[in-house]
Nanobody, 120 residues
Framework: QVQVVESGGGLVQAGGSLRLSCAAS????????MGWYRQAPGKQRELVARIVTGGGTDYADSVKGRFTISGDNAKNTVYLQMNSLKPEDTGVYYCNVVGHTTTVRAYVAWGQGTQVTVSS
């Protein structure tokens, strides 16, 4: 019912920047929150940043001051600008979207993930 597609991952040297993009489509009536999670090898998936309706944002402590999340509610898109990247930022980044469909059902949708690799 809801599809999520991420793009923008890649390989970058420490100190560099990347911008991730995420677009949700399908039977969307509203999006209440859009966010980015990441999973490093052998570790659990963790929240990186999230933006909610109204513009409020949350960030993991490890990325505060380096990453910026922004969104366009009308287009159901969210972006993650990542600056001053560190090797520990390496992982698969997943986009997460929460909202309601046109059939008035709550949904939680995930993208397929995009790899971010930061070399030292």
């Amino acid at each position: 019912q809801v599809q999520v597609v991420e793009s923008g991952g890649g390989l970058v040297q420490a100190g560099g920047s990347l911008r991730l993009s995420c677009a949700a489509s399908g039977m969307i009536f509203s999006t209440n929150a859009m966010g980015w999670y990441r999973q490093a090898p052998g570790k659990q998936r963790e929240l990186v940043a999230r933006i909610v309706t109204g513009g409020g944002t949350d960030y993991a402590d490890s990325v505060k001051g380096r990453f910026t999340i922004s969104g366009d509610n009308a287009k159901n898109t969210v972006y993650l600008q990542m600056n001053s990247l560190k090797p520990e930022d390496t992982g698969v980044y997943y986009c997460n979207v929460v909202g309601h469909t046109t059939t008035v059902r709550a949904y939680v949708a995930w993208g397929q993930g995009t790899q971010v690799t930061v070399s030292s």
